[in-house]
């Protein structure tokens, strides 16, 4: 990781020093710097519409652009996507300098702009996700790993849904669960596997 991102790092750290307001997730000299702040934004109405803006800065950043999503519990998900669609417009405007700081102030004082405009999207299953503009567009793996499962075809339901939704590949593997063999293919093509964990 360059000095430059180092402190760019040390400097959001110190901005957002309120309860709550920063977190770092990872950070690594591989993958780069995985980070959440937590804002707030003028909404439609002149309310105060909460935010959650996660970043993740790759290791090409500030040549390439950073990973973004957005996330409030007062937005819809289309709302979200076009929210982000439009710091990633921003984002392409400031390559090749330290950027989240000025995206954070931008979306704060755009959301407004950005909730008027008609979403492009009727419905969560039209709304398209846009391309990773992070400069690696390489595999990535994420484990999640669900605890006291009781209603285990509720669960599948579940995640196959949100493997639908934000258009994810992958596998779902029960461990340590006799009799779980049979493979199970979902409706949005994704194969799931159920796996039954080896013995010592």
């Given at each position: 990781?360059?000095?430059?991102?180092?402190?760019?790092?040390?400097?959001?750290?110190?901005?957002?020093?309120?309860?709550?307001?920063?977190?770092?997730?990872?950070?690594s000299?591989?993958?780069?710097?995985?980070?959440?702040?937590?804002?707030?934004?003028?909404?439609l109405?002149?309310?105060?519409?909460?935010?959650?803006?996660?970043?993740h800065?790759?290791?090409?950043?500030?040549?390439?652009?950073?990973?973004?999503?957005?996330?409030?519990?007062?937005?819809?998900?289309?709302?979200?996507?076009?929210?982000?669609?439009?710091?990633?417009?921003?984002?392409?405007?400031?390559?090749?300098?330290?950027?989240?700081?000025?995206?954070?102030?931008?979306?704060?004082?755009?959301?407004?702009?950005?909730?008027s405009?008609?979403?492009?999207?009727?419905?969560?299953?039209?709304?398209?996700?846009?391309?990773?503009?992070?400069?690696?567009?390489?595999p990535?793996?994420?484990?999640?790993?669900l605890?006291?499962?009781?209603?285990?075809?509720?669960?599948?339901?579940?995640?196959?849904?949100?493997?639908?939704?934000?258009?994810?590949?992958?596998?779902?593997?029960?461990?340590?669960?006799?009799?779980?063999?049979?493979?199970?293919q979902?409706?949005?093509?994704?194969?799931?596997?159920e796996?039954?964990?080896?013995?010592?």
């Open positions: 990781m360059v000095e430059e991102v180092r402190q760019e790092l040390s400097a959001l750290a110190a901005i957002f020093c309120g309860p709550n307001e920063w977190e770092m997730l990872s950070c000299e591989t993958d780069g710097a995985v980070f959440r702040i937590h804002t707030t934004a003028e909404g109405v002149g309310e105060d519409v909460p935010l959650e803006l996660a970043f800065l790759p290791v090409g950043y500030p040549l390439c652009l950073p990973g973004i999503s957005v996330t409030s519990e007062h937005l819809t998900r289309a709302q979200c996507v076009t929210a982000k669609e439009k710091l990633l417009g921003e984002a392409r405007k400031l390559v090749s300098e330290p950027m989240v700081h000025e995206l954070v102030l931008w979306i704060q004082q755009n959301l407004r702009l950005v909730l405009q008609p979403e492009t999207a009727s419905s969560h299953e039209k709304c398209t996700l846009p391309e990773s503009a992070t400069g690696d567009d390489g990535w793996m994420t484990l999640l790993r605890d006291h499962m009781r209603a285990r075809t509720k669960y599948v339901k579940a995640v196959e849904k949100w493997a639908s939704e934000l258009r994810l590949t992958g596998r779902l593997m029960f461990m340590g669960v006799p009799d779980s063999s049979e493979n199970l979902s409706r949005c093509g994704l194969k799931w596997k796996m039954q964990r080896e013995n010592d």
